[in-house]
């Protein structure tokens, strides 16, 4: 089956469902300015807010690290991690785009992505090709083929409720099993060092809690200045992606506690032992300083811009640097790669300025990342 069929099932499924939500529920856009308010306050001061969020961290008994690159990245999640361990992960853009996963794999730990669509890319070797929906490319029947020769229990003509059921028992048993848990985050909460994830399978929350140790990954983008501020984060992020309400919001400050006795607030209690927040620069602290650029820093992986773009619509999972892939991928891989070549695919419909909760003009951008590519002599590449 052909990628036009998986992403126009998808597609027809998604792109109603937003303007339902939004008629259903009004106050979603008062929120979404809100949002794109805090988001600019904490880009107008980044440097304070990184402290004040590490501070934060530190004051609830969790640990917080400030790292440059991929490299300073994985070096810290290798020591945090160690060797011979059980890892789950809970869908992380950034880990991707860090490659730990890869990495935790190759010092010998048995590392298993926990969202569905995740835990199918990883079974196919595939890149995602989505960001809230990264195997969106396949078809029911690829997917019940790929289960069929992976676990087993389920074939091709299988219903989805049988492979989701297939894939939740293997998958309770890693997350009984696993020594570590490792998540991003939607956003952050400076004042209070607390971490926001929103999700509709549950296995954020079985990452965030059944293990000892949980590992927090997240570019400085998603700090906001308040828990308030953050709060607001998934409600905005659901609604845009189609998923409102989320199933769930998981609220995580420092390791797991109890004021039971005497209400002394003691750490740890029934949850993980240790709280990592890892925060990650990556390119985003150079594309903050520039007027145009940090405009996508805005961006809250809603994925509502892809549904409306007519070429991601044509060339979909081959369009961007793996996890960003669409309209806000090729802003995207500008920022983290300094790949100029995904906005030379833009044709300047425009479709995604006017869908974007975030109100980022993603044509002003991706006409601005055209122009450095075409002056960066000899780096063009348009195979
Ligand atoms: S650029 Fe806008 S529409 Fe696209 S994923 Fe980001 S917030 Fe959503």
């Given at each position: 089956m052909s990628w036009d069929i998986a992403v126009n099932r998808a597609i027809n499924n998604a792109v109603p469902k937003v303007y339902k939500v939004l008629?259903?529920?009004?106050?979603?856009?008062?929120?979404?300015?809100?949002?794109?308010?805090?988001?600019?306050?904490?880009?107008?001061?980044?440097?304070?807010?990184?402290?004040?969020?590490?501070?934060?961290?530190?004051?609830n008994g969790g640990n917080a690290y400030y790292v440059h690159d991929e490299k300073e990245a994985q070096e810290i999640v290798g020591k945090i991690v160690g060797k011979g361990k059980i890892v789950v992960m809970g869908k992380s853009m950034v880990a991707y785009e860090l490659g730990i996963r890869k990495y935790l794999e190759s010092l010998g730990n048995e590392v298993w992505e926990t969202d569905l669509g995740e835990f199918l890319i990883q079974q196919a070797n595939e890149p995602p090709s989505h960001i809230i929906a990264p195997a969106i490319h396949m078809t029911k029947e690829s997917v019940g083929k790929l289960l069929k020769e992976k676990i087993g229990g389920v074939d091709e003509n299988s219903k989805v409720e049988d492979m989701v059921?297939?894939?939740?028992?293997?998958?309770?048993?890693?997350?009984?099993?696993?020594?570590?848990?490792?998540?991003?985050?939607?956003?952050?909460?400076?004042?209070?060092?607390?971490?926001?994830?929103?999700?509709?399978?549950?296995?954020?929350?079985?990452?965030?809690?059944?293990?000892?140790?949980?590992?927090?990954?997240?570019?400085?983008?998603?700090?906001?200045?308040?828990?308030?501020?953050?709060?607001?984060?998934?409600?905005?992020?659901?609604?845009?992606?189609?998923?409102?309400?989320?199933?769930?919001?998981?609220?995580?400050?420092?390791?797991?506690?109890?004021?039971?006795?005497?209400?002394?607030?003691?750490?740890?209690?029934?949850?993980?032992?240790?709280?990592?927040?890892?925060?990650?620069?990556?390119?985003?602290?150079?594309?903050?300083?520039?007027?145009?650029?940090?405009?996508?820093?805005?961006?809250?992986?809603?994925?509502?811009c892809h549904f409306h773009c007519p070429i991601y619509r044509a060339i979909g999972n081959i369009w961007g640097d793996p996890p960003y892939s669409?309209?806000?991928?090729?802003?995207?891989?500008?920022?983290?790669?300094?790949?100029?070549?995904?906005?030379?695919y833009c044709v300047h419909s425009g479709n995604c300025k006017e869908v974007c909760p975030m109100r980022i003009n993603i044509p002003r951008v991706l006409e601005y990342i055209k122009n450095l590519g075409l002056h960066s002599k000899g780096k063009l590449d348009y195979k």
């Amino acid at each position: 089956m052909s990628w036009d069929i998986a992403v126009n099932r998808a597609i027809n499924n998604a792109v109603p469902k937003v303007y339902k939500v939004l008629r259903e529920h009004p106050y979603i856009e008062e929120l979404a300015k809100r949002l794109r308010e805090a988001k600019l306050e904490v880009l107008n001061n980044l440097e304070k807010y990184v402290e004040e969020t590490l501070q934060s961290v530190k004051s609830n008994g969790g640990n917080a690290y400030y790292v440059h690159d991929e490299k300073e990245a994985q070096e810290i999640v290798g020591k945090i991690v160690g060797k011979g361990k059980i890892v789950v992960m809970g869908k992380s853009m950034v880990a991707y785009e860090l490659g730990i996963r890869k990495y935790l794999e190759s010092l010998g730990n048995e590392v298993w992505e926990t969202d569905l669509g995740e835990f199918l890319i990883q079974q196919a070797n595939e890149p995602p090709s989505h960001i809230i929906a990264p195997a969106i490319h396949m078809t029911k029947e690829s997917v019940g083929k790929l289960l069929k020769e992976k676990i087993g229990g389920v074939d091709e003509n299988s219903k989805v409720e049988d492979m989701v059921a297939v894939v939740r028992k293997f998958l309770r048993d890693k997350f009984v099993k696993a020594d570590v848990g490792i998540t991003g985050a939607n956003a952050i909460a400076a004042d209070t060092g607390s971490v926001l994830l929103v999700e509709n399978e549950g296995n954020i929350r079985f990452t965030t809690v059944a293990p000892q140790i949980h590992i927090a990954i997240a570019g400085v983008e998603k700090i906001l200045p308040t828990l308030a501020d953050a709060m607001i984060e998934p409600l905005v992020q659901s609604a845009y992606a189609g998923l409102y309400p989320p199933t769930y919001v998981n609220l995580t400050s420092g390791p797991s506690s109890t004021a039971d006795i005497e209400h002394n607030r003691v750490r740890p209690a029934h949850g993980p032992k240790e709280f990592h927040l890892i925060l990650v620069d990556n390119g985003r602290v150079k594309a903050n300083k520039d007027n145009i650029l940090r405009e996508a820093l805005l961006c809250i992986r809603c994925g509502r811009c892809h549904f409306h773009c007519p070429i991601y619509r044509a060339i979909g999972n081959i369009w961007g640097d793996p996890p960003y892939s669409g309209p806000m991928g090729a802003m995207w891989s500008y920022i983290v790669k300094g790949d100029t070549k995904p906005a030379m695919y833009c044709v300047h419909s425009g479709n995604c300025k006017e869908v974007c909760p975030m109100r980022i003009n993603i044509p002003r951008v991706l006409e601005y990342i055209k122009n450095l590519g075409l002056h960066s002599k000899g780096k063009l590449d348009y195979k």
